[in-house]
């Protein structure tokens, strides 16, 4: 069965109906999710989810975007709540210069990309990098820090084969998603097709980048099948052979 390794099940896009879609994943043929944190609050939420489903497990973190929350207080109740035992990562952690152009306020996202992926060292958990029109700084951080001795996903991968490269040597996995199936993801399908399947793995990202046909839709584990078949397509496999690894995939990279 297939693994979702980034969900957003706590987003409010779900309020109305989150219990019934939880709820049809098993039959839908999907065995495990993991909830990604991106603030605190998707975090606290993230804790309810995992405590109260027996397939969701979880990452906590704070994405680029939000760094504006953290504080001391902040951090140590994330590195608190990182001991949870269905807490499987450190995430969604990384860089985000698209929606930040101000540079005083990406050297924060900086400084709070190494503080997170420094706890995540310490707490022995792997870490889930977001990077958005920060390719060259997100590369060099990991290295710096020797990310390698960490290990994780780059989360929505929409970089070069070059940059693949670089993770891939790394030993860090890929996420693919629904981005996959886009007329315009001519990058995404070089690196699925370059990368080895071993280093893949299944992602959502809902309610967001809903995969063809539901491309502008709210997103779910659901529509997972659509990216194993054009992952299956472009690698020459079956998309059983592509649930399979990618599944092992998954309960390696997350230690479950």
């Not at 504006?68 to 990182?82: I, P, Q, R, V, Y």
């Not at 693949?164 to 990058?187: P, Q, R, S």
Request: glycine share 6%.
């Amino acid at each position: 069965m297939i693994i979702d390794t980034h969900a957003h099940y706590d987003d409010e896009k779900f309020d109305t109906d989150r219990d019934e879609i939880l709820n049809s994943l098993y039959e839908g043929g999907i065995e495990k999710i993991v909830n990604i944190g991106a603030n605190l609050n998707s975090c606290e939420k993230t804790l309810e989810l995992v405590e109260k489903y027996p397939f969701v497990y979880g990452a906590l973190g704070v994405h680029p975007s939000d760094i504006a929350e953290l504080n001391e207080e902040a951090f140590l109740w994330l590195e608190e709540s990182l001991d949870h035992e269905k807490i499987v990562a450190v995430g969604e952690i990384g860089l985000d210069y698209y929606w930040c152009k101000d540079k005083e306020e990406q050297k924060k996202q900086r400084e709070w990309f190494v503080r997170q992926m420094n706890l995540a060292r310490e707490k022995k958990l792997p870490i889930v990098v977001h990077s958005r029109d920060a390719a060259k700084d997100t590369l060099d951080i990991v290295k710096a820090e020797k990310a390698r001795e960490i290990g994780g996903i780059i989360h929505c991968f929409s970089y070069s084969k070059e940059i693949a490269k670089e993770y891939l040597d790394m030993d860090f996995y890929l996420g693919i998603g629904g981005v996959i199936t886009f007329k315009n993801a001519k990058k995404t399908v070089e690196v699925v097709e370059y990368a080895p399947i071993e280093k893949i793995v299944l992602e959502t990202d809902c309610p967001y980048l809903a995969p063809v046909p539901y491309r502008a839709k709210r997103n779910s584990s659901l529509y997972l099948p659509y990216v194993v078949e054009k992952i299956a397509d472009i690698k020459k496999m079956t998309p059983q052979e592509v649930i399979d690894i990618t599944r092992e995939n998954a309960l390696k990279v997350y230690g479950i």
